[in-house]
T-cell receptor, first 115, second 116 residues
Framework: KAGVTQTPRYLIKTRGQQVTLSCSPI?????VSWYQQTPGQGLQFLFE???????NKGNFPGRFSGRQFSNSRSEMNVSTLELGDSALYLC??????????????FGPGTRLTVT | AQKITQTQPGMFVQEKEAVTLDCTYD???????LFWYKQPSSGEMIFLIY??????QNATEGRYSLNFQKARKSANLVISASQLGDSAMYFC?????????????FGTGTQLKVEL
């Protein structure tokens, strides 16, 4: 079974530009979550999508947005990039269960550098 | 609000020895799940083990076991027979199952170095 895939793996952008990152969850997983990892702030939750609807949202500015498609693939978009957006962006997918899934799997991440 | 605390920024262990990585959590919710992840220098987060708040027994997965002490709000990871490949950053995380959804709150991590 293929794992979570993220594209691209590396990205270099300039301040003010926008960027779109993609995440394909494990087959059958309908929940996709996004996280930002930086040395200063650690791992922070961005948002979660389930069945094409945003179910949870972290404390990030409106420049960060996402969506999920009917095949559960998800994209996140960052507009008007700032230097502080340089980070590793990770997505995670999981099944659903009555008490929540017992496993959440992460993709390899997209390393974004803003210059 | 949920909080995860990992008080050991770095740990060293000899190969073949066991090591315990500490994790304490804070939540007022009755139902939650606890995860441990390994992150090698490549960046990928590797799922290791899960413990549900209502699980009667401590979780085990191969060389990994979770020492869950609910009253003390601790969920320490025990790695037995350490290997050089265990050198990585380890994160403890919590999901609040009471409110639904899969948002994880992470600790700051522990950098483990396995030595010969």
């Amino acid at each position: 079974k293929a794992g979570v895939t993220q594209t691209p793996r590396y990205l270099i952008k300039t301040r003010g530009q926008q960027v779109t990152l993609s995440c394909s969850p494990i087959s059958g997983h309908r929940s996709v979550s996004w996280y930002q990892q930086t040395p200063g702030q650690g791992l922070q939750f961005l948002f979660e999508y389930f069945s094409e609807t945003q179910r949870n949202k972290g404390n990030f500015p409106g420049r960060f947005s996402g969506r999920q498609f009917s095949n559960s693939r998800s994209e996140m978009n960052v507009s008007t990039l700032e230097l502080g957006d340089s980070a590793l962006y990770l997505c995670a997918s999981s099944l659903e269960g009555l008490a929540g899934p017992r496993e959440q799997y992460f993709g390899p991440g997209t390393r974004l550098t803003v210059t | 609000a949920q909080k995860i605390t990992q008080t050991q920024p770095g740990m060293f262990v000899q190969e073949k020895e066991a090591v315990t990585l500490d994790c304490t959590y804070d939540t007022s919710d009755p139902s939650y799940g606890l995860f441990w992840y390994k992150q090698p220098s490549s960046g990928e987060m590797i799922f290791l083990i899960y413990q549900g708040s209502y699980d009667q027994q401590n979780a085990t997965e191969g060389r990994y076991s979770l020492n869950f002490q609910k009253a003390r709000k601790s969920a320490n990871l025990v790695i037995s027979a350490s290997q050089l490949g265990d050198s990585a950053m380890y994160f403890c995380a919590m999901r609040d199952t009471w409110r639904g959804g899969n948002k994880l709150t992470f600790g700051t991590g522990t950098q483990l170095k396995v030595e010969l």
